[in-house]
């Protein structure tokens, strides 16, 4: 699992470097990309495609950073524990709030990314 660990350290890194297509080379093809339907970007996504969509519907809404703490290896996944801060593009609301990602790994390949917020909170920013 050492290998699923550093791999999710390099999509962090190239996240924090705006580097798309590094990020996309460390995702499986077919990766699954899972948020709250409840947020303006969430939903299912699909492949890299997919990526593609959820970051830019992401970006539509949050200049953001994410800060991540701790990475816990849970065997099939990684679980990443942090924080998102910056601020809502509609109303310039700052935020910090927390958050909990989740990624499955087959074959050294992200398989599917899962992201959790304080839904309340980014949502309160967004419409106030």
Known sequence: MQRDLERVEEIYEAYAKDDLATLLLLMGQ???IVQSA??????HY???DGMRQFLGALAQHLDSSLFIERLIDAGD???AVGRTAGKTRKTGLEFDIPLVQVWAFSDGQVTRFET???NATILAALDA
């Not at 409840?38 to 939903?43: C, H, I, T, V, Y």
């Open 30 to 32: 077919e990766v699954e």
């Open 38 to 43: 409840e947020l303006p970007w969430g939903g």
């Open 46 to 48: 699909v492949g890299h």
């Open 77 to 79: 996944q990684i679980v």
């Open 116 to 118: 959790y917020i304080d």
